[in-house]
């Protein structure tokens, strides 16, 4: 089985835009997914499809001159970031989902 992670935009960040999370897993099932993870307060959730852009800042997110205002702006799509840490967690959630 093949697990996708979707990664929700403006979701819980700062207090703003809160979603409980067992209310968004029914919005999943309600689409008729199964195995539906989610991950903190964060919108994240195991499934989803869609293109992917990779970027890394070996030394850190705290001011880079390549924002993700500006990608989104440039490549005129919508977009979020997560950082590594989170990554590797979600990596880890997904094969275990995957063999269980």
Request: with cysteine.
């Amino acid at each position: 089985m093949t697990v996708v992670v979707g990664l929700l935009r403006g979701v819980n960040v700062g207090g703003h835009h809160r979603i409980p999370m067992q209310d968004l897993q029914m919005v999943y099932h309600l689409l008729s997914l199964e195995y539906i993870q989610t991950f903190l307060q964060s919108g994240n959730v195991l499934h989803l499809r869609g293109s992917h852009l990779y970027l890394y800042f070996p030394n850190g997110m705290a001011r880079p001159k390549l924002t993700t205002a500006l990608l989104e702006r440039t490549l005129e799509i919508p977009g979020t970031a997560r950082s590594w840490n989170t990554v590797l967690k979600l990596a880890d959630l997904c094969r275990r989902l995957a063999t269980s």
